[in-house]
């Protein structure tokens, strides 16, 4: 971890002083090589860990805590990455030259084969390189070579996504956001494309990002519009995490420079995972020198204002090891280090004490275009703010009536948050 100038550091004190810090959760003590998958599922936490030989699936007991491991029926190839999908989990796994996957309806105590549709290789199907859950109720796996392939959960056969061209091997980053799934191709014509008909056609998207650019990794707000890349051009300049409002059109590079520099052995320090729920954001960084802690930034009020987030992460010898994803588990987020353990800490998510599902309030039009008007127990909430999606006030005021003006506000992607003494919601719109 940097050494930051001192002005920086005193203000990450003084943020970090009610920070809850991180703990492990002790699946350290089966001395495990890798931890190449964990997921959370109906409330439980799943981990695959390999020894070098095989590997096994544990569940976490939050007691402890601790893990145990967890008995499963229907696998016969090595387990290789989770991905929870609604009311189904999927497991890929690989053998000798191939692999498969499966799916389960019971948390993950019995596996069925779930490959019609996707093209045979050997004995199985190509190695799936990774699975990824759409909120539209899609599941994409990861093929490598073969590409991608995309099915509903509810449906028996996958299909291809037929890209403009061809995907880098199934290695390029793919996600989804408002309606449409996202792809950046690396293949040499280093292109973002959108599709809005689930990977059946693909629309080149303009943009202003630096060319030719090259993404590594692209990921979407769960709460809104914004996605992420993280990524630079392909000479390794201009090398940082940059983000979106308007489905890819125009992108803004984040103010992480005091953060992302070198990793250890001299060269690029990269992005290794992003995880973003409206103005909540946690980033995970490979090290950038031995016998230091992990380096992972978080902020619960936008991407432009993350600090350093290390309190009691592991102190790592090498420099090598890093944050490969986060998981909301209960009431904590979960990170799974590359290797050796899974760490947690206590976390809520900033201003969601009431979903918007719940409908304590509504607001038309959505679009709007001069005043939001709301539906509802207005006078059960004493103010009002207009949020822009990293979670910065755009304007707020008491609520006087059952209209909020958005007259000067420019068009683009919003949230409106009211809030009482017991509670607040938050709700999102459009202003065009």
């Known amino acids: 971890m940097k050494i930051l100038p001192l002005f920086l550091f005193l203000i990450v004190s003084v943020k970090s002083l009610n920070a809850q810090n991180w703990g492990p959760t002790n699946l350290t003590q089966f001395n ?7 997921e959370v599922h109906q409330s439980k936490a799943l981990s695959i860990v390999f020894n070098g030989i095989s590997a096994d699936i544990y569940e976490f007991d939050n007691t402890g805590p601790s893990w145990n491991q967890k ?14 999908a609604g009311s189904k989990l999927y497991l890929s796994s690989f053998g000798l030259g191939f692999g498969m996957i499966y799916s389960s309806v019971d948390n993950g105590n019995s596996f069925t084969l779930d490959t019609v549709g996707l093209p045979k290789f050997f004995t199985g199907i190509s190695t799936p390189v990774g699975l990824q859950y759409f909120p539209n109720g899609k599941i994409i796996a990861n093929l490598g070579s073969a590409g991608y392939w995309l099915k509903d959960t509810s449906a028996t056969t996958w299909e291809h996504i037929d890209a403009a061209t061809l995907f880098n091997g199934g290695g390029d980053p793919i996600c989804y956001s408002n309606g449409s799934i996202f792809a950046f191709d690396n293949s040499g014509v280093n292109i973002l494309y959108q599709s809005t008909d689930d990977g059946s056609t693909w629309n080149t998207v303009t943009n202003n990002l630096p060319a030719p ?10 709460q809104s519009s914004r996605i992420y890349v993280a990524g630079g051009k392909t000479d390794g300049s201009e090398y940082g995490i940059y983000y979106s409002d308007d489905s890819g059109q125009n992108w803004t590079k984040a103010d992480l420079d005091n953060f992302i520099g070198t990793d250890v052995n001299g060269g690029q320090q990269e992005v290794k995972s992003i995880w973003a729920k409206g103005p909540n954001i946690f980033i995970g960084l490979e090290n950038d020198t031995n016998q230091s802690s992990l380096d992972v930034l978080s902020s619960n009020s936008g991407i432009s204002n993350s600090t350093y987030d290390t309190a009691g992460l592991f102190h790592d010898p090498a420099g090598t090891l890093y944050g490969s994803a986060f998981l ?53 909430f004493s103010k009002y703010s207009i949020l822009s999606p990293d979670g910065s006030i755009i304007s707020g005021d008491v609520i006087s009536g059952e209209s909020i003006s958005v007259h000067g506000i420019p068009s683009g992607v919003y949230f409106l948050k009211v809030e009482s003494r017991q509670y607040s919601q938050i709700v999102r719109f459009v202003k065009n």
């Open 328 to 380: 909301e588990y209960e009431s904590h987020i979960m990170m799974p280090m590359s290797a050796r353990d899974v760490y947690w800490k206590p976390f809520s998510v900033t201003g969601t004490e009431k979903l918007e599902t719940e409908e304590l309030i509504r607001i038309y039009p959505n679009p709007v275009q001069n005043e939001l008007h709301i539906l509802g127990d207005v006078k059960d």
């Open 32 to 38: 495990f090589l890798s931890i190449p998958s964990t």
């Open 213 to 222: 650019f090259k993404g590594d990794l692209l990921v979407a707000n769960s």
């Open 71 to 84: 008995s499963i029926s229907g696998v016969s190839e090595i387990p290789q990455a989770l991905k929870s």
